[in-house]
């Protein structure tokens, strides 16, 4: 259940991503990074551990939800919720666990082949902006995607059934089966 609803999801922030991408015009260089749609963020997003990864101040709760950019032209979207983790790109889907360690840990296993985006250590994480190193070399900064809960909603929307409805006449009997 909960992978279906980050799937709908992600699949939802790939599709807005993809059309604002197309109708803007807008395209990546050939690198490896993945930036948000916005373009890169200036200066660098985190200091870097002594391993090479920084991330050591970013817990699982600061990475829920879901963060899109774009890898080669392509849209890249990753939803992470309850330990649950989403990915789509590379014309794949990647699904697994996302874990509190020593850093925030992703694990994903691909369909379609995609194995670039298998192992991933969130770097940074502030609310805009996440970084995942993946063991590929792979670097993806990702925005973090408005929340698409329904907003101004009326509140006087009528909950019951209006009384003195007429009943439905009862229904003739089928006949007996031989």
């Given at each position: 259940m909960?992978?279906?609803?980050?799937i709908r999801n992600g699949a939802a922030a790939v599709t807005a991503l993809a059309a604002a991408a197309a109708?803007?015009?807008c395209g990546?260089?050939?690198?490896?990074?993945a930036e948000p749609a916005d373009g890169p963020a200036?200066?660098?997003?985190?200091a870097s551990a002594p391993g090479g990864h920084g991330g050591h101040d970013?817990?699982?709760?600061?990475v829920e939800g879901t963060w899109n950019g774009a890898a080669d032209g392509k849209p890249v979207s990753l939803t992470i919720g309850q330990g649950q983790a989403v990915m789509l790109a590379e014309g794949s889907i990647c699904q697994g666990t996302a874990t509190q360690a020593e850093h925030v840990e992703l694990a994903l296993s691909c369909q379609g082949g995609a194995a670039k985006r298998t192992k991933g250590v969130v770097e940074s994480a502030d609310g805009k902006q996440l970084v995942v190193v993946w063991e590929s070399g792979t670097r993806d900064t990702l925005a973090k995607a408005p929340d698409a809960a329904p907003t101004g909603l009326p509140s006087d929307i009528p909950t019951d059934f209006p009384?003195?409805?007429?009943?439905?006449?009862?229904?003739?009997?089928?006949?007996?089966t031989p």
């Open positions: 909960i992978v279906r609803t980050l109708l803007t015009a990546s260089d050939s690198g490896k990074s200036s200066g660098s997003p985190s970013v817990a699982l709760a600061d009384s003195g409805l007429p009943s439905v006449p009862p229904l003739p009997s089928l006949p007996p």
